[in-house]
């Protein structure tokens, strides 16, 4: 199976196979498992049918790193509408935001200021921005990125980060998150990471997704807890339980098409869930990312392409 994830992960960056596959039909039916459609309206229709399930949503616009200055203002657009239209449709719904979409590959202060815009409207708006995390070459400047945003005053609370629990520095970091007050969503990781950075073993990133967890929930910020294991979901409900931590004070996380049955589970149980709602064309990378971490997916939507 790590072979396979790698596969998927290597097929992620083709840039033939993106091109090819993100303009035919096939591609896109394949694809609607997970992605909500090619436009904002897809995204918006989806999030109200996830809200009317009683789960909130947070809308991600595709696409990663982009290579021009006008291609970053143009995604940023998307989100500029998009949170406009959360507040005029009165969804309960925030934004996820990459930075490499922003211009980070270009200029620092290209995606910090943009970054810095979309917080301002969010705050606006009372609503949320929050910050993706991507590879590990990044994450330093998305941590600086998003502290030095949260530092403003005026915009302490409107935006919160991403956390890998395959990462070794990440219980270093979320010490730092948690002194700044930052709101986090805690995930394993899903990019392939060298093991002078990340744990090899899925039992390591598995015990430190727990470990970090229960830091998280015991402190008084609201944090989102991204994950459709069953093993990770039940130790922080038996954490939470032995410590007296209510059922609202902190969220479960999980994506668009995934274990959808889980979701509604928790929902009927008590608790806060929140649903990743990602759209646009830009949708290969993200799809071949969900391939990896399920390797099985990708005979279960053949089956269903030949159902069709
Ligand atoms: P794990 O991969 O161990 O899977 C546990 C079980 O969950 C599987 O056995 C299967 O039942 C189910 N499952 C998991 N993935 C599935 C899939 N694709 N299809 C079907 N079933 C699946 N990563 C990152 O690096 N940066 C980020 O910013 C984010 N953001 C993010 C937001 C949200 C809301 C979620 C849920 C996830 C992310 N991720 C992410 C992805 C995350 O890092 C991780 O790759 C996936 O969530 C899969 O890990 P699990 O915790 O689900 O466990």
Known sequence: MPLLRS???ALSRNRLLRHLGERSSIGIKLSSRFIAGMEIEDALRVAEAVNH?????TLDSLGESVTSVAEAHKAADVY???LDAIAERKLDANVSVKLTQMGLG????LAEGIAEDLVRHAHAARNFVRIDMEDSSLTQVTLDIVRRVHAKPDLRGSIGIVIQSYLYR????????????IRVRLCKGAYKEPPEVAFPKKADVD???IRLSCFLLDGPVYHGLATHDENMIA????????????SNRFEFQMLFGVRRDLQRQLVRE??????YVPFGREWYPYFMRRLAERPANVFFLAKNLLRK
């Open 7 to 9: 596969a998927f992960i």
């Open 53 to 57: 399930q009683g789960m909130s949503v």
């Open 80 to 82: 500029h509408r998009l």
């Open 106 to 109: 270009l200029s620092r202060d």
């Open 170 to 181: 990440s219980e270093a970091d979320i010490e730092q998150l948690l002194a700044d007050g």
């Open 207 to 209: 015990a430190n997704f």
């Open 235 to 246: 130790a922080i409900r038996s954490f939470a339980t032995k410590h007296g931590i209510d």
């Open 270 to 275: 008590g608790y806060k869930v929140r649903v």
